[in-house]
């Protein structure tokens, strides 16, 4: 099933994939969760995990494999901050353009770095095959606010005003921190917090802390591998 780009995403959608996360609602609670999908990037995902630490808040980051392997020094800084780190595949695929097998080798790929439980579909694509074979080893994380930061046909104050026009207790909040949603980004993300919070809003990562396989050791190993290999083909070029 292919989801549609809409900012607050019908009940109807929802039904589709019922065992995946659109929302943590808590009783008497006014809790968001903000998601930021498409990362590591140098320049913007530091400047995302440095309004976190100013604004003392923990956040999801749905990372794409292939650019973790790039990055990995920026993927341990988001781990040593403390945010959650969920699967967003290794090339960024969408599973409706994809066979099974290789939409799976795809995103066991990424988690080969990335070490979660948690997934998001590109897109939020999905075939039901798909969904229900994932679903199996994954918590799948959609939403139900998204920014579209990534849309640069809309002005900046629309980004802004999708997130705080639907937002509501226990939303998942979707942002970018990708080149392509930077400028919105930066816009749209302090302005969205600091609201937020005069609203009297808690931000919180997204953990089942019961099933969460964490970035381990073994994981890290694997990263500073990476980032020694990194070194020398710099050295060398």
């Known amino acids: 099933m292919r989801l549609k780009p809409q900012v607050h995403l019908p009940r109807h959608i929802t039904k589709w994939f019922p065992a995946a996360i659109w929302r943590i609602p808590e009783e008497d609670k006014k809790v968001v969760y903000l998601t930021f999908d498409d990362g590591p990037i140098p320049g913007v995902t530091p400047w995302v995990l440095k309004l976190l630490k100013e ?76 969904y229900h074979f994932i679903s199996q080893k994954y918590r799948i994380i959609m939403w139900d606010v998204i920014s579209c930061d990534y849309n640069r046909n809309i002005p900046k104050e629309e980004v802004l005003n999708n997130v705080l026009k639907y937002s509501r207790p226990g939303s998942i909040i979707t942002f970018h921190d990708s080149l392509k949603a930077e400028g919105h980004l930066r816009y749209a993300l302090p302005k969205a917090i600091a609201e937020l919070k005069a609203r009297g809003y808690e931000f919180r990562k997204i953990e089942f802390p019961k099933e969460r396989r964490l970035f381990n050791p073994v994981h890290r190993q694997r990263l500073q591998k990476l980032r020694q290999t990194i070194r020398q083909v710099r050295r060398w070029a």
């Open 55 to 130: 604004n003392d808040i923990k956040a999801t980051f749905f990372c794409v494999g292939e650019n973790v392997f790039r990055y990995p020094e920026i993927f341990e800084q988001i781990v040593e901050d403390g945010h959650a780190v969920g699967n967003h595949t290794y090339h960024h695929i969408q599973g409706l353009k994809s066979e099974n097998v290789s939409y799976f080798k795809d995103i066991e790929q990424a988690n080969h770095l990335i070490g979660s439980n948690l997934f998001r579909p590109p897109h939020g694509w999905l075939k039901r095959s798909q």
